[in-house]
């Protein structure tokens, strides 16, 4: 499959320097590749398929599905495109960059790789404002917000390294998840005013957060984690420790569930609360709740 669609790339290329008509040969290449996506569960479908001078891509209207598990899950894009920048290749390098509109947001990445060397890599994604409420799956579950955030990786700074360092934000705003929706025997209350920051660095094969702070109508919270990578790339140990401070409305819709996790009557919960998780090098998890004064 990936030999086939750089195949389609490289004719793709080749159309757009060369300024003959390619809009049905596009089509015809894509077809040809589509089963090949078909068999990995990824489907898709374009309204209009374009080539881009001098070299790229763009597409309006894409309907798609993965197919990663018994539920398959949909997603669609308004348009897209991306774009392999000619002047780079000059510098020995691949500059390829790309901006897709989806979901009431907008998402860009570039990525950067030169021709000499594997290891000197990069690779930047930006999300602004998507709107989880806009997806069919987020929107019958009742989840909304409006979702930022940034994607930075570069090569590790040792020699030989496989982990990659980069650098991660995250910044939710406006969230929100409708009353009646369980997991497991829970029932989640409403959640409404949901804001969530989050910045984490990748250095030394160590994912740490920098800083994890939320704030909504049930509670308001912050707290420090970290993984640390094996030498393969595996995921190794990892711990965390969060804070809770439950509002009014928090104490009641939540508070018993943290008291009944913490082996404590559920009558007159806490209003602070400390949750500890932990992941050991047998992968096994453990977790521990405990109320603060």
Same mark, same amino acid.
């Given at each position: ?20 008509? %390619? ?34 891509? !763009? ?43 989806? %979901? ?31 997806? &069919?799956?987020?929107?019958? %579950? ?14 590790? #700074? ?25 997991? !497991?025997?829970?029932?989640? &209350? ?9 910045? #984490? ?23 420090? !984690? ?30 018993? %569930? ?19 998780? #932990? ?15």
């Amino acid at each position: 499959m990936v030999k086939k669609f750089l195949i389609f790339l490289a004719l793709l290329a080749a159309f757009t320097l060369w300024q003959i008509p %390619y809009s049905q040969l596009l089509q015809d290449q894509f077809s040809k590749i589509k089963p090949e996506l078909a068999k990995q569960g990824v489907f898709l479908d374009f309204g209009e398929l374009r080539a881009l001078f001098p070299v790229g891509i !763009g597409f309006q209207g894409l309907n798609g599905m993965l197919k990663l598990g018994p539920t398959p899950i949909p997603f669609q894009a308004d348009s897209g495109e991306f774009k392999l920048g000619i002047l780079s290749l000059f510098r020995a390098r691949a500059d390829l960059k790309g901006e897709f509109k989806f %979901y009431g947001g907008t998402l860009r990445s570039a990525f950067n790789q030169s021709l000499r060397g594997a290891r000197d890599t990069s690779w930047d994604l930006e999300l602004t404002d998507l709107a989880l409420d806009k997806h &069919p799956f987020l929107e019958f %579950y009742g989840v909304g917000g409006k979702v930022s955030g940034t994607f930075n990786l570069r090569p590790s #700074a040792l020699p030989a390294e496989p982990v990659p360092q980069g650098d991660f934000t995250i910044n939710i705003r406006e969230g929100s998840l409708r009353s009646g929706q369980t997991i !497991g025997v829970v029932k989640l &209350p409403p959640l409404n005013n949901l804001s969530l920051e989050a910045v #984490a660095e990748l250095r030394e094969r160590r994912l740490g957060t920098k800083k994890f702070e939320l704030k909504s109508s049930l509670l308001d919270g912050s707290g420090r !984690g970290e993984c640390q990578f094996e030498s393969g790339g595996g995921l190794g140990l990892c711990n965390g420790s969060f804070e809770l401070n439950l509002t009014t409305e928090g104490l009641q819709s939540v508070g018993p %569930y943290l008291a009944l996790a913490a082996g404590l009557p559920v009558e007159n919960p806490a209003r602070r609360w400390k949750i500890e998780v #932990a992941k050991d090098s047998r992968n096994q998890f453990t977790s521990r709740v405990t109320p603060l004064p």
